[in-house]
């Protein structure tokens, strides 16, 4: 009998080894725990220079969590109210920034996860990407003399050789900037979403009361509709007598 454990594990290895790799999941699943490696291969960030990282970062949270404010007010088009959903999650449509947001991360790249994304993900989605920005500063920062020397050689306003002089400065500022936003980020982030969970909490029963206000606001017109149609029928009578006696002479 303990002879045919080793050959169960190895059967198992084996098994699990020539899996299909990026096998679609399966539709229904609303959890997905897919997590990118973290590195700059495959992130937004890879195609951009490190001057452009810390802008087109802060740029996209605030257009997450401006977007997702708007929304509370009501001032957001293209993420109506579905009062049709079955859960909560599914009661309001993401908004256009989260959507695009979420296109670029691991978690929501297959079409099957993007499609069960709502607005309620937006803390799941805004840390997905603090992690990976996290992730490429601290990739740079671990390599931090190899990049900036590949980056000033690549530079045609700097002279060549590149020596000492030149690299120690500029290595000098982005180890401070790449520190600053190590702290900031999460920190900044940590109270953003703070903020959002205080005015998120009341706003289910909000979206519960919206709905039921549409919903009487279809049946008042219903009645209306029906009142309208009785207050028609005493003249159709009439018409209808009026046709079938003949006239007096």
Not at 139 to 154: A, H, I, M, N, P
Request: with cysteine.
């Amino acid at each position: 009998m303990n002879k045919k454990i080793p050959i169960i594990l190895v059967s198992l290895l084996i098994l699990t080894s020539c899996a299909p790799r990026g096998t679609p999941p399966h539709a229904g699943i609303g959890t997905n725990t897919i997590l990118g490696a973290c590195e700059k291969e495959g992130s937004k960030f890879a195609d951009l220079s490190f001057a452009e990282w810390a802008k087109t970062y802060h740029r996209d949270v605030n257009d997450v969590v401006n977007a997702h404010v708007n929304a509370i007010r009501g001032a957001v088009k293209d993420n109506p109210l579905q009062c049709t959903a079955q859960t909560l999650q599914g009661l309001l449509q993401p908004t256009r920034a989260l959507g695009a947001l979420a296109e670029t991360l691991p978690p929501w790249k297959h079409p099957v996860y993007r499609k069960n994304l709502s607005e309620a993900d937006i803390g799941s989605v805004l840390l997905e990407y603090l992690r990976t920005y996290e992730c490429v500063l601290k990739e740079r920062k671990k390599f931090l003399t190899q990049e900036v020397l590949e980056d000033l050689d690549k530079d045609p306003n700097v002279q060549k050789p590149i020596n000492f002089a030149q690299l120690s400065p500029q290595e000098y500022r982005e180890q401070k900037q790449i520190n600053d936003e190590l702290v900031a980020a999460r920190a900044a982030l940590n109270r953003t979403l703070t903020i959002i969970g205080s005015l998120d909490r009341l706003r289910p029963i909000a979206l519960e009361l919206e709905c039921i206000q549409r919903a009487s606001l279809d049946l008042r017109n219903a009645l209306g509709l029906v009142a309208d149609t009785t207050a028609c029928l005493p003249r159709i009578w009439d018409t209808r007598g009026s046709l079938r006696d003949p006239p007096s002479k």
